[in-house]
């Protein structure tokens, strides 16, 4: 039996139309139908022409978001040695050597985004079947294993996402707030439509965009003409 849907999505999903919306049109009707009691963030929802099962169809990648996440990001770190001063004083939440993997081990997760550099990577590794499912397993590809943990933890409190497809070839990125501005939330998705085309993964065959929908964590979801997103030009939203 289907989900029953609530009044207030019934009349939220009668504003959206089944076509694709221009960029903007759809950040706008985002904002619209973004109704909730509380802060929603703006997802976008893409499907890509990939098939994770093989290595070479994979995605996996970090997007600077030019405007920010509009959330607070925790970032923890897994160091030793003047790491660990440095990455304190780099403005890191939580900072530990071994003591930090033992509370994590414990069920300690008081943290968004986990930074290790790569002397401890062996230590952490045991950390794996906690993290991963999580999403929050350090990785070289996503920024988060690496020495230079100072850069490291201002890229990430700036707006700085790890993302990934999933096993289907669906990428789900939060890109800003829906209080955002229309103006800003485009900055952001145009920001996140070229991170995906630089990452291109050398296997993907034929069609790589195949759709994509933006929406507000309780709104409905609105398609976005994939190629007006591509052909738009950063010059053009400053």
Same mark, same amino acid.
Do not use: C
């Given at each position: 039996?289907?989900?029953? @849907?609530?009044?207030?999505?019934?009349?939220?999903?009668?504003?959206?139309?089944?076509?694709?919306?221009? &960029?903007?049109?759809?950040?706008?009707?985002?904002?619209?139908?973004? +109704?909730?009691? %509380?802060?929603?963030?703006?997802?976008?929802?893409?499907?890509?022409?990939? =098939? &994770?099962?093989?290595?070479?169809?994979?995605?996996?990648?970090?997007?600077?978001?030019?405007?920010?996440?509009?959330?607070?990001?925790?970032?923890?770190?897994?160091?030793?040695?003047?790491?660990?001063?440095?990455?304190?004083?780099?403005?890191?939440?939580?900072?530990?050597?071994?003591?930090?993997?033992?509370?994590?081990?414990?069920?300690?997760?008081? %943290?968004?985004?986990?930074?290790?550099? &790569? =002397?401890?990577?062996?230590?952490?590794?045991?950390?794996?079947?906690?993290?991963? &499912?999580?999403? @929050?397993?350090?990785? *070289?590809?996503?920024?988060?294993?690496?020495?230079?943990?100072?850069?490291?933890?201002?890229?990430?409190?700036?707006?700085?996402?790890?993302?990934?497809?999933?096993?289907?070839?669906?990428?789900?990125?939060?890109?800003?707030?829906?209080? %955002?501005? *229309?103006?800003?939330?485009?900055?952001?998705?145009?920001?996140?439509?070229? +991170?995906?085309?630089?990452?291109? *993964?050398?296997?993907?065959?034929?069609?790589?965009?195949?759709?994509?929908?933006?929406?507000?964590?309780?709104?409905?979801?609105?398609?976005?003409?994939?190629?007006? /997103?591509?052909?738009?030009? /950063?010059?053009? /939203?400053?």
């Amino acid at each position: 039996m289907g989900k029953k @849907l609530s009044r207030r999505l019934q009349a939220l999903l009668e504003k959206v139309e089944d076509r694709d919306y221009t &960029p903007l049109e759809a950040l706008n009707l985002l904002k619209e139908t973004a +109704t909730a009691k %509380f802060s929603e963030a703006a997802e976008a929802h893409i499907r890509l022409g990939i =098939d &994770p099962k093989y290595t070479d169809q994979q995605l996996r990648t970090t997007v600077t978001l030019p405007k920010g996440t509009g959330q607070t990001v925790r970032v923890a770190v897994i160091a030793r040695g003047e790491k660990v001063t440095e990455a304190s004083n780099a403005g890191a939440d939580i900072v530990g050597s071994d003591e930090l993997i033992n509370e994590i081990q414990q069920g300690m997760m008081d %943290f968004d985004k986990l930074i290790a550099t &790569p =002397d401890v990577m062996p230590q952490v590794a045991k950390l794996g079947k906690l993290l991963g &499912p999580r999403g @929050l397993m350090p990785s *070289p590809k996503g920024g988060t294993v690496t020495f230079d943990v100072a850069s490291a933890i201002a890229e990430f409190k700036a707006g700085k996402l790890e993302f990934r497809a999933d096993r289907t070839g669906i990428v789900h990125v939060m890109f800003g707030k829906a209080s %955002f501005t *229309p103006e800003d939330l485009l900055v952001n998705l145009k920001a996140l439509q070229e +991170t995906i085309d630089r990452n291109r *993964p050398s296997g993907a065959k034929g069609r790589y965009w195949r759709t994509i929908y933006v929406t507000s964590t309780m709104g409905p979801s609105i398609k976005v003409d994939i190629n007006a /997103l591509r052909d738009l030009k /950063l010059t053009e /939203l400053a």
